[in-house]
């Protein structure tokens, strides 16, 4: 892993505002992001939370300032398709498919296109192994949302994760996958941006925490 001295900034936000209708949620946010930094964004119930990491996707416009990525304007999913994996608080599946078809078709959008095998295996890694055939509409939320972070394993070459409150629904054992999934990545030089209205372990280790 670089040392802070020794990278550029990979992520960065200067000065960003965000106006959702009439309502200023946030203003002045400013950060850099370096490889192998995790940042944890919390405050209360409809601050902002989920915009910013919008914000910082690209997927919402920012009313005021920049987000940078590798010192270039942030473009949008598809501008960073190859670099972004962002996974909203909403699981995103399809009711009708199965676990295994659902990872299949999220991993498509993405542009991926992995083996049957190493879907099985990232299922394995989520703790589905007996449920990847279920349809979703057959599982509990805690199964569901295991199935929307069954991407993460996939996701290797995407070096920022930003990740909405991934832990809502997950027990013990998946809240341990999951921290383990989170660090192995900061291990691999990739950079974590997380929301959680829990307070979790993995939260005294994370580099950075912003509170809106």
């Known amino acids: 892993m670089l040392s802070p001295s020794a990278a550029a900034p990979a992520l960065e936000l200067h000065d960003v505002a965000c106006i959702r209708g009439s309502n200023l949620l946030f203003r002045g946010v400013t950060l850099r992001l370096l490889p192998g930094q995790m940042l944890r964004v919390r405050g209360a119930n409809g601050c902002g939370k989920s915009s910013l990491l919008r914000v910082m996707c690209g997927l919402l416009p920012a009313a005021h300032g920049q987000v940078l990525w590798h010192g270039q304007p942030m473009r949008g999913r598809e ?8 996974l909203g608080h909403q699981h995103g599946l399809r009711e009708e498919l199965s676990a295994r078809e659902n990872l299949d078709f999220a991993a498509s959008l ?3 296109r992995p083996s049957q095998a190493a879907i099985t295996q990232a299922l394995v890694q989520a703790g589905l192994r007996a449920s990847a055939e279920v349809p979703l509409r057959r599982l509990s939320q805690g199964q569901r949302r295991r199935c929307a972070l069954a991407r993460l394993p996939l996701a290797r070459r995407q070096r ?6 991934p832990f809502n629904a997950l027990d013990a054992e998946g809240t341990e996958w999951l ?3 989170m660090h192995g990545h900061l291990r691999r030089d990739g950079l974590v941006v997380f929301t959680s209205h829990q307070s979790l372990p993995i939260d005294a280790t994370a580099d950075l925490e912003l509170a809106l």
């Open 79 to 86: 501008g960073e398709a190859s670099d972004l994996l962002y």
């Open 110 to 112: 993405g542009g991926e």
């Open 160 to 165: 920022l994760w930003i990740l909405d409150e």
């Open 179 to 181: 921290m383990s999934e």
